[in-house]
């Protein structure tokens, strides 16, 4: 039974229609486009007028490995893509591209866009126009900047740049528009920059605009040449870039729409395709519908049309942007498909598009080999199956790359063939003996017996054939192709009746190769081993060719999967959708059926999965300051009815970098939701999000809500809870967290409650002891967990392992074992976190002592307060006699903390942990840096602040400690506040004695 299934989605899932076509204004031009749309790892230089000068820094990808359907193109919403994209890696050189024609004259400018996705932090000079001037191939560009795991774009006109105020994390693709505009008159000329502007919109308001500088105009008589994307000096950033636009107005870079059909799946030139495949297109965006062309004829889906169908038009003026041939295809058949897109009484005629269906039968990989005898070490069976001697599928003549029996050994001679499990084969291709003495000694077998068997021991013959002569001279082709009739065996064995010359009793071969007919399921979906699985998971494979029906197996116990007894679920068709329970692993298998053949049965391989053991409920990532995609509108909060209700506003107050949403704080993604409560007037402040349909939190072995939170010491305190349809649930934990900055975590137990037809989910707070106040809070990553809730109790650490301790009590000495710090400028000591704390001014002050610090695992714990400083300042240092660091604690220029855990020591390398939020100025943070055996985590304020997997330990001592500086002998990065209590242990901490130190007294919930 054939049943079809669509292999492809339309782009993003996005498309993007235009109720009219956009006026292009007067002098409308595109002068340059490309879609990356060449072979994989393409290098550019002299393809598609492209030069560039390192070949290692610039080429085309179009096979990325992600397993998404084909998708080798960057995506984003409303830009169509094609498979291919521009891979810059940091190198040195550039990459060129005239244009069409030079931009020249006062008042005359210049658009580019691009789909853009950042992998490294970029430096200058990445993109821009190639112009002549004064300060040639300066004026007009992108550069960029980073930290934190963001990239923020700025536009420059020389030497000033202007950022867009739009930070992009690394991997997001963004649309990026350029526009550098010839002004009249001495430094005018300006470059304007649009970070994911609207598509499909008349020009907006620039993100960035940047004015030239004196003397450096666009000389307006030779003007705009032609543009680069360099690597090299200050940039070291990885990218990606696609769809490449450049035009003389925003509608030619930014406006699009684009007519013709896009993005055919199966792909272009695509092989092996299924033969219940689904053709499918990203229509153009002006379609309103859609005529196929579709057959096996390149000639007739070029040339047909409306009025001359030639038996191709197989589906007119259709709304659906997929078609389904009838039947199954034909086996290993070429077909040409076309897709018109019709406007009205507008047809724009598409590509010719193709693909190959699946072969009869597939080279079967897994064989061993067996003989009567063999007349050398080196002339075994196994040569006729390895490839030896074989090029291209010629063979050369050495006898050592080929079977031969021995004289002595017994007649007739045979080779027998053992394959991993049974197949249903196709057919055998034979390379006869070809020796050079072929011709006049003839060893290579003539007449052959061909038998079969399933175990091994019971055969049946398949009959006799005879195999071609051989050449006896290089460039040798398989001449003897033996029709298997569709056979089901595990064993095939040769016996060699006669030779060609029949002087000799020995014979042999030189090569053959067996294809089998693919009736098991394969290519599971998910891929075996697959992790993070949605647990309402549609598993889906290719069906065997033979199919009819389709018994599938799932359990969490692999032997009842692999031996049958787990239960079985027939289905029509090659999918079946079950449900799972979160954070288990899960075994499956596939037996295709058909009892209209023989055998009745094909028994698949077993597969497994992993689901996530989370499920999202928010985690805020999909707002936009776009009308009804607004956190707002989702999150009612008190503001909705100008606060009669109650006193929540959720969101920024003005939206920033597209969002309501906080960018800069937040735990994981990009943004969280800014929660400000006042409990002034009303007695509590509370958001609420609507679901609909409804949800089931008793589903997939749910057990838990969890919710991270992060406070402000400017807080007052105030009693947060959540609310399940009308279940209210307080928050259990020390109040005083809504005070700390960190992100903190709380589980909500949820089995105690039916919580089969959730609607709505509420947080708020209301008044505590009967006290209103004020505050605000960010909350991020509202999940539904299958773990248990578990508690962490603080816990003070003994002092095992302990190496330094320094508790800058009026002097820097160590209280553990007299490494005393010796301190340089003039310190101060004032009241800390704890006692005292030593004060640094940020240019002069700075402590050191020179020791022995053997560390193959460690602790750092600290108390720190930033006063002020811009760059990177640094706070703690340990590194090895030559000045190589080991590690690092320091605040960077975004004022996030970073940790550096580097092995070898050095300049450079190593593996890093940064905050995903800054540390404010004249707050205390008490931070906590651990590295165990296999990974190396960073804690802010007794909780979790980022981790990261890292193996090295140091198998060398560390000969010198830091604090306030890079390094004590060339004094940089000077820190300056206070730092109070830093402790340095042998031994990996606890997280119950971590948060101990960082001043925690209550159990708080385990993170998840």
Not at 430 to 442: C, D, L, M
Request: glycine share 10%; charged share 15%.
């Amino acid at each position: 039974m054939w049943k079809k299934h669509t292999v492809h989605v339309v782009v993003g899932g996005v498309v993007l229609m235009f109720a009219s076509v956009l006026s292009a204004p007067a002098g409308a031009e595109v002068l340059f486009s490309d879609d990356f749309a060449y072979a994989n790892k393409t290098y550019l230089s002299g393809i598609g007028g492209w030069t560039a000068t390192d070949a290692t820094a610039h080429w085309a990808l179009n096979d990325d490995g992600l397993g998404d359907g084909g998708t080798n193109s960057l995506q984003y919403p409303g830009v169509p893509s094609r498979d291919g994209r521009l891979y810059v890696r940091a190198g040195s050189g550039s990459v060129n591209h005239a244009l069409s024609r030079p931009v020249t004259g006062e008042g005359n400018c210049l658009y580019a866009s691009f789909l853009y996705k950042p992998l490294g932090i970029p430096g200058t000079y990445w993109f821009q126009l190639d112009t002549t001037g004064s300060i040639q191939g300066q004026l007009g560009r992108i550069d960029g900047k980073g930290a934190n795991g963001q990239v923020e774009l700025g536009c420059r006109m020389r030497t000033a740049t202007v950022l867009s105020k739009k930070p992009l994390p690394l991997g997001q693709t963004a649309f990026v528009v350029m526009k550098v505009t010839m002004v009249a008159g001495s430094n005018n000329d300006t470059v304007q920059l649009w970070v994911n502007p609207p598509v499909g919109v008349p020009e907006p308001t620039a993100d960035a605009t940047a004015i030239a500088e004196t003397g450096n105009d666009i000389n307006p008589v030779t003007g705009i040449l032609g543009f680069s994307f360099r690597v090299g000096q200050s940039n070291v950033g990885e990218k990606e870039v696609d769809w490449i636009r450049l035009g003389t107005t925003w509608e030619d870079v930014a406006g699009y729409p684009y007519l013709d059909a896009q993005g055919p799946a199966p792909k272009d030139g695509a092989q092996d395709v299924p033969r219940d495949a689904v053709l499918s297109w990203s229509p153009g965006q002006l379609a309103q519908s859609h005529d196929v062309y579709f057959g096996t004829d390149l000639q007739r889906v070029s040339q047909a049309s409306r009025t001359a169908p030639l038996g191709v038009l197989v589906s007119q003026a259709q709304d659906a942007n997929t078609y389904d041939p009838p039947g199954a295809l034909a086996v290993g058949q070429t077909y040409y498909w076309r897709i018109d897109e019709v406007q009205g009484s507008t047809i724009h005629p598409g590509k010719i598009w193709s693909f190959v269906t699946e072969a009869l039968g597939y080279p079967l990989q897994n064989v061993t080999a067996a003989a009567s005898s063999s007349f050398a070490s080196n002339t075994g069976p196994e040569k006729t199956i390895g490839g030896a001697g074989l090029t291209d599928d010629l063979h050369a003549t050495a006898m050592e790359q080929m079977w031969l029996s021995s004289a002595a050994g017994p007649t007739p001679a045979w080779i027998q063939y053992r394959f991993d499990r049974v197949y249903r084969l196709q057919e055998l291709w034979i390379w006869n003996s070809n020796q050079t003495i072929e011709p006049a000694v003839g060893v290579g077998a003539k007449d052959v017996l061909i038998e079969y068997s399933a175990d091994g021991s019971t055969w049946t013959a398949l009959g006799e054939a005879q195999f071609a002569r051989a050449p006896g001279t290089p460039g040798y082709a398989h001449n003897t192709t033996v029709d298997l009739k569709g056979i089901v065996a595990q064993y095939v064995r040769l016996t060699i009746k006669s030779s060609w010359g029949g002087m000799l009793t020995q014979c042999g071969l030189s090569e053959v190769r067996f294809f089998y007919m693919p009736v098991w399921a394969r290519e599971p979906n998910p891929a075996s081993g697959a992790t993070v699985v949605n647990p309402q998971v549609t598993l889906r494979w290719r069906a065997g060719r033979e199919a009819s029906s389709h018994a599938v197996y799932v359990s969490t116990d692999r032997e009842a999967v692999r031996n049958g007894t787990a239960p079985a679920v027939t289905v029509a068709e090659p999918r079946y959708e079950t449900s799972a329970d979160l954070g288990r692993s899960y075994y499956w298998k596939v037996v295709e059926v058909n009892d209209a053949q023989t055998p009745k049965s094909w028994e698949g391989d077993v597969w497994s999965f992993t689901t996530t053991d989370t499920l999202v409920v928010d985690d805020f990532e999909s707002y936009t300051d776009q009308d009804g995609a607004q956190v707002f509108s989702t999150w009612i909060d008190g503001l909705t009815d100008n606060f009669k209700s109650n006193g929540s506003t959720v969101g920024l107050a003005t939206a920033r970098n597209g969002t309501f949403c906080e960018t800069t704080i937040f735990h994981g993604g990009r943004q969280s939701m800014p929660f400000a409560y006042d409990n002034t007037k009303l007695s509590l402040s509370e958001a609420t999000r609507t679901f609909d349909p409804a949800q089931d939190w008793t589903a997939h072995g749910i057990k838990g809500l969890s919710l991270w939170f992060y406070g402000d010491p400017n807080n007052v305190a105030q009693q947060m809870y959540v609310k399940v349809n009308n279940i209210r649930i307080p928050y259990d934990g020390d109040v005083l967290n809504l005070q700390r900055r960190g992100w903190q975590t709380w589980y909500i137990d949820l089995t105690s409650n039916s919580l089969r037809n959730v609607t709505k989910l509420s947080i708020g707070f209301d008044r505590l002891g009967g006290v209103g106040g004020q505050g605000k809070v960010f909350v991020d990553d509202i999940r539904l967990t299958s773990h248990d809730r578990q508690l962490i109790t603080p816990v003070a650490p003994d002092a095992s392992g302990l190496q330094v301790r320094y508790q800058f009590e009026s002097n820097a000495n160590d209280s553990v074992a007299a490494r005393h710090l010796t301190v340089t400028g003039k310190p101060q000591y004032a009241a800390g976190k704890v006692g005292q704390a030593i004060l640094l001014n940020g240019a002069t002050d700075f402590a050191t002592v020179e020791s022995s610090f053997d560390l193959p695992v460690y602790s750092a714990t600290l108390w720190f307060r930033v006063e002020g400083g811009l760059g990177q300042r640094n706070i703690l240092s340990i590194y090895d006699s030559a000045g190589g660091h080991g590690i690092l604690a320091e605040i960077g220029s975004d004022g996030a903390f970073r940790f550096l855990h580097r092995f070898p020591f050095g300049a450079s390398g190593g593996t890093e942990v940064r905050s995903t939020f800054s540390c404010a100025d004249g707050t205390w943070y008490h931070a906590a840096l651990v590295k165990a055996p296999e990974a190396m985590t960073l804690y802010l304020n007794g909780m979790p602040a980022g981790s990261a997997t890292d193996m090295t330990r140091f198998d060398l001592a560390l000969a010198r400690l830091t604090i306030g500086v890079l390094k004590h002998d060339s004094p940089s990065r000077f820190f300056p506040g206070a730092i109070d209590e830093v402790r340095l242990y042998h031994r990996v901490l606890s997280a119950g004695e971590i948060a101990a130190l960082a001043g925690l007294t209550m159990p708080y919930d385990q993170p998840f």
